[in-house]
């Protein structure tokens, strides 16, 4: 099983950027998938986007796409996701989370979870 510890989240204001990191450890970093999925305040935790072990397979869900971007450092054994243009609905906690392979990442079958950082945006 990989460990994995979310960083960067913060307050920012609309149309603002924050970039989160995720460092890995406990396993081979290219023996996963990684992904982000976020929970909002009152709701339920819904998928954000998901990158492949080598990084050739990209998802993002539709409320995201164009926004964010997802990508991985497989040498520093880190993931990270770029927001642009942050909008409140937003707002939320992410939490980084490892899988066997990106497709079932996307659709919430995973091996790992991070602990949360959380990400405001004010309007």
């Known amino acids: 099983q990989v460990q994995l510890v979310e960083s960067g989240g913060g307050l920012v204001q609309a149309g603002g950027s924050l970039r989160l990191s995720c460092a890995a450890s406990?396993?081979?970093?290219?023996?996963?998938?990684m992904g982000w999925f976020r929970q909002p305040p009152g709701k339920e935790q819904e998928f954000v986007a998901a990158?492949?072990?080598?990084?050739?397979?990209?998802y993002y869900a539709d409320s995201v796409k164009g926004r964010f971007t997802i990508s991985r450092d497989n040498a520093k054994n880190m993931a990270f996701l770029q927001m642009n243009n942050l909008k409140p609905e937003d707002g939320a906690v992410y939490y980084c989370a490892a899988g066997t392979d990106s497709y079932r990442l996307r659709r919430g079958v995973t091996d790992s979870w991070g602990q949360g950082t959380q990400v405001t945006v004010s309007s």
């Open positions: 990158i492949s072990r080598v990084g050739d397979w990209i």
């Open positions: 406990g396993r081979t970093f290219t023996n996963v998938a």
